[in-house]
C-alpha cells in the first residue's frame, strides 16, 4: 500500500484555472496559435476505394493566383518509415480506402487552395473491394497481436445441461469522433527543425511517432499543443493528417502551413469505432448462478492498417463461470482505418454483455440487481488475481437507493404517463485502473512561488486546474503559487492523455519532482533552484487486479403511438477511488453519461459497401445528442480512496462514464415496452411491433 498524498487542495471544487480566458476567446487552439506569412493547405483525397492512381494534372491548379505548391504522391518527399499505412502517406500510387490522402494544394488562403484543389484531375484505376462487414465474413481471423481466446471448462456441455440459456446476438455500428475542435495541426520548416502546433492528446508520443517516420531527430521535432478542445481518443495517435501537413510544410520551409481537418474529412482520415457483432451465451442454474459463459466478438479493421476494437476486453473480468469461452476475431476490410474512441473495446463490449444481464434477469425472473450481485467473483476471473477493491455491488446498492429503484415494478408496459410508457433500467460499468510510467516533471522555484513543468495533455478535462491542485499538496503552497507549464515537446516528457491514465501518470512525476526537490533544496529554497522527477511503476499494485466500477441507472419514455424514446433521468454510481475535484470530476462522469446516450439513442456511421463511403459525414446528418436530448442527470461517486492506485489514491475516470450507459439505456426501454433491442442505435420504429 502507499501512503496517501496529505490533501488540501485536493478534494476542493476549483474552478478551471483556464476557464475565464477560454470564454474570452484568449486561449489558442492550434490553429490558431499566431505564425506569419501562413499558407493553408486544402487535401486531395480518393473517390474510390480501392485502386490506384494513374495521373495527376495539375497544371490548372498551379496557374491560380495564390497558389505555391500543389502535392501529390509524384512529388512528396520520401518518408524515412513506411511501415504505418495509415501514415505512410503518398509514398506510392496505391488507394486503400475511399477518402484517403492523394495530395494537397497549398496556398496563400483557405479560399483559394479549396478553389484550386477542384482544379487537379486525378485519373483513377478502381480494383474490386470489399467494405461489407459482416459477424460470418470469411476473411475474419484472429487479430494481428494474437487471439487471446479463453477457454475454460467445457461450454457446450454446461449450455446443454443449463436450467436456463439465453443464446443472442447483440450489434454496435460505426462511431467517429468529433470533438468541438478538428484535427488541426500547423507546421514549419526552418533550419532548426519542424516545429508542429498540433491538436493532439501526448506533445511527447506524437513526437516519438513522427519523428522516426519524417527521418528527422527527435529534438529536431517540437510540438507545441497547450490547449485541446476536445479528443476523445481521435487525438491519443497522430493520424495522416499530420503528416500530410509536415511533407508539405518541407516543401516551402520558412513558411508555416496550416490544415484543419474539414468534418465531413474527419470521419475517414481521423479515426473512429468499427461496429462490432456480438454473439452471447450464457448457461445458469435456475437461481440465476451462472455456469457457462460465452462470448464471441467480431470487429470490423482495415486492411491500410489493423486496429482491432477488442469487445471481449470487459467479460473478460466481469463475470465468473465454471466454463467459459471468450473469442475475438477482426474482419479487415477496404475502409478507412479505426482507431481509439472512448472506452474502446469497453464502451461496446458491455452494451452486448449488460444487455444479456438483463434479459438473462428476465429468464430467471430475478431484479436484475440482485442477479448480478449473485454473480460477483471473489477474484479476477481473467487473471486468478484478487481484486484491488471490487465495488461494484456498493455502487449498484447506492444507485439503487438514489434512484428508488424499489418502486419498479418488474413487468413490462407497468408503468404509463398518459400516452407514453415508462421504464427504469440498469447496467454495470467497469474500466481498468492503469498509470503509465516514465513520465517526467520539473519543479523551479521562483520569486512569487513554484514553476511545475510536465508536457501532458489538457482535452478540457481540467489538466490544467487539477494537476496545479496535485502540484500544490505536493509543494505543500497554496494553488495560486503554482504556475503550470504544460503541452509542449521543450517541458518534460508526458505519457499520453489516453486509457484513463493522465493524471495519475502525471502526478506521479509530479509529486515525486517535489520530493526530490524538498530533498535537494529544503525548507528554504533560492530562485531558480530546480529539480526534475521521473514516475516509476506502481508496487502497490503488483500482484492485482486493478479496475473502476460503477452502476447506471435510467429512465426512459416510450410513446406508444410513434415509438419516440426520451430520456426521464439518468443516474451514475462510481468507485474510482479519491476524487481530486469533485467540479471537473462530475463533468468527466456526466460527459461520458451524455457520450453513452449518443450510442443508444442517435450515432451510427451509415456506410455504403458499394462505394465503401460514410454517406452522413456531417453533423447534420451523423446526429449526436444535443441540449434537449439529456434529460436530469446526475453523477455520484463512493466516498473512498485507493492506496493501491498509488500515493495520490485515484483511478481514472474519463472513461467509464460512457461503458454500461447505453445498455442501461435499452434495458429501461424493453421495461417500458416489452420490446428488446440488441442492435445500436434504437429508433422509434423498434417499438412499432
Same mark, same amino acid.
Given at each position: ?10 478534494? %476542493? ?18 490553429? !490558431? ?5 501562413? #499558407? ?6 480518393? &473517390? ?8 495527376? /494534372? ?36 496505391? *488507394?486503400?480506402?475511399?477518402?484517403? @490522402? $492523394? ?7 483557405? /479560399? ?53 440459456? #439465453? ?26 527543425? #519542424? ?13 516519438? %511517432? ?59 482520415? &481521423? ?15 435456475? +437461481? ?36 467459459? $469461452? ?6 479487415? $476490410? ?31 425472473? *430475478?431484479?436484475?440487481? !440482485? ?6 467473483? #471473489? ?18 446498492? !447506492? ?31 467497469? @474500466? ?13 522555484? %521562483? ?11 489538457? $482535452? ?58 524538498? +530533498? /535537494? ?84 456511421? !451509415? ?14 446528418? @451523423? ?6 436530448? *439529456? ?59
Amino acid at each position: 500500500m502507499s501512503e496517501l498524498l496529505p490533501a488540501r487542495a485536493i478534494g %476542493t471544487a476549483r474552478s478551471r484555472i483556464e476557464g475565464p480566458d477560454k470564454v474570452r476567446g484568449r486561449v489558442p487552439y492550434a490553429y !490558431e496559435h499566431p505564425v506569419e506569412d501562413a #499558407l493553408y493547405l486544402y487535401p486531395l483525397t480518393s &473517390t474510390i476505394a480501392r485502386g490506384r492512381v494513374t495521373r495527376f /494534372e495539375a497544371s490548372a491548379a498551379e496557374a491560380v493566383d495564390g497558389v505555391v505548391h500543389v502535392l501529390t504522391c509524384d512529388n512528396a518527399p520520401r518518408l524515412a518509415d513506411d511501415s504505418d499505412g495509415e501514415l505512410a502517406i503518398l509514398q506510392d500510387d496505391t *488507394i486503400g480506402f475511399r477518402g484517403q @490522402y $492523394l495530395g494537397a494544394v497549398v496556398a496563400t488562403t483557405p /479560399e483559394v487552395a479549396r478553389q484550386a484543389a477542384e482544379l487537379v484531375v486525378v485519373d483513377t484505376a478502381p480494383e474490386q473491394h470489399d467494405a461489407a462487414f459482416r459477424a460470418d465474413h470469411p476473411g475474419a481471423r484472429e487479430p494481428e497481436g494474437g487471439a487471446d481466446d479463453v477457454m475454460e471448462g467445457d461450454v457446450e456441455t454446461a449450455l446443454a445441461t443449463a436450467d436456463i440459456v #439465453l443464446d443472442q446476438r447483440y450489434s454496435t455500428p460505426s462511431e467517429h469522433n468529433n470533438p468541438m475542435e478538428p484535427h488541426t495541426t500547423v507546421g514549419r520548416w526552418d533550419e532548426d527543425g #519542424l516545429t508542429l502546433w498540433m491538436s493532439t492528446q501526448g506533445a511527447h508520443p506524437a513526437q516519438q %511517432t513522427l519523428a522516426p517516420l519524417l527521418g528527422i531527430d527527435p529534438e529536431k521535432l517540437r510540438i507545441i499543443s497547450p490547449h485541446v478542445g476536445g479528443g476523445f481518443g481521435s487525438k491519443g495517435l497522430p493520424h495522416a493528417d499530420a503528416v500530410l501537413t509536415a511533407l508539405a510544410s518541407r516543401a516551402v520551409p520558412g513558411r508555416a502551413v496550416k490544415y484543419a481537418v474539414s468534418r465531413q474529412h474527419m470521419f475517414p482520415l &481521423t479515426g473512429y469505432r468499427a461496429p462490432t457483432s456480438q454473439h452471447v451465451r450464457i448457461g445458469a442454474r435456475a +437461481d440465476g448462478t451462472i455456469t457457462a459463459f460465452s462470448f464471441e466478438a467480431v470487429a470490423m479493421s482495415s486492411t491500410t492498417k489493423e486496429f482491432p476494437e477488442l469487445a471481449t476486453k470487459p467479460a473478460r473480468s466481469m463475470y465468473a463461470g465454471e466454463s467459459r $469461452l471468450i473469442t475475438q476475431r477482426v474482419v479487415p $476490410l477496404d475502409v478507412p482505418v479505426p482507431s481509439w474512441m472512448r472506452a474502446p473495446g469497453e464502451a461496446p463490449g458491455m452494451v452486448g454483455l449488460e444487455i444479456a444481464m438483463d434479459e438473462l434477469a428476465v429468464a430467471c425472473g *430475478i431484479d436484475p440487481i !440482485e442477479l448480478r450481485v449473485r454473480n460477483e467473483p #471473489l477474484r479476477d476471473p481473467d487473471t486468478g488475481l484478487p481484486f484491488n477493491r471490487r465495488r461494484l455491488v456498493d455502487c449498484l446498492r !447506492e444507485g439503487a437507493d438514489r434512484f428508488d429503484w424499489d418502486r419498479r415494478s418488474p413487468a413490462p408496459r407497468s408503468h404509463r404517463d398518459g400516452g407514453w410508457l415508462i421504464g427504469l433500467g440498469v447496467a454495470s460499468a467497469t @474500466y481498468p485502473a492503469m498509470r503509465q510510467p516514465g513520465s517526467q516533471a520539473r519543479v523551479t522555484r %521562483t520569486a512569487d512561488g513554484f514553476q511545475v513543468s510536465i508536457g501532458a495533455a489538457d $482535452l478540457g478535462t481540467g489538466t490544467w486546474t487539477v494537476l496545479t491542485q496535485v502540484a500544490a499538496d505536493a509543494l505543500d503552497v497554496d494553488p495560486g503559487q503554482v504556475v503550470l507549464e504544460i503541452g509542449d515537446t521543450d517541458l518534460p516528457t508526458a505519457t499520453v492523455a489516453g486509457g484513463s491514465t493522465g493524471l495519475a501518470s502525471w502526478s506521479a512525476a509530479v509529486m515525486e519532482a517535489a520530493r526530490i526537490f524538498r +530533498d /535537494e533544496h529544503g525548507e528554504a529554497p533560492d530562485v531558480g533552484d530546480s529539480s526534475t522527477g521521473t514516475a516509476g511503476t506502481n508496487p502497490a499494485a503488483e500482484g492485482l487486479a486493478t479496475h473502476s466500477y460503477g452502476a447506471h441507472f435510467v429512465q426512459v419514455r416510450v410513446h406508444e403511438a410513434t415509438g419516440q424514446i426520451r430520456l426521464d433521468r439518468m443516474l451514475g454510481v462510481f468507485s474510482a477511488g479519491r476524487i481530486i475535484n469533485p467540479r471537473t470530476a462530475r463533468s468527466q462522469f456526466t460527459g461520458g453519461m451524455t457520450m453513452g446516450v449518443g450510442m443508444a439513442l442517435h450515432e451510427k456511421g !451509415e456506410l455504403d459497401p458499394r462505394f465503401g463511403h460514410v454517406v452522413n459525414h456531417d453533423l447534420a446528418e @451523423y446526429h449526436v445528442p444535443v441540449n434537449a436530448d *439529456i434529460p436530469e442527470i446526475e453523477a455520484h461517486w463512493l466516498d473512498e480512496e485507493d492506496p493501491t492506485a498509488g500515493p495520490l489514491g485515484a483511478r481514472g475516470i474519463g472513461e467509464i462514464g460512457i461503458v454500461g450507459a447505453a445498455a442501461a439505456i435499452v434495458n429501461a426501454a424493453y421495461h417500458a415496452t416489452g420490446v428488446r433491442a440488441r442492435a445500436l442505435p434504437v429508433f422509434g420504429d423498434t417499438f412499432l411491433r
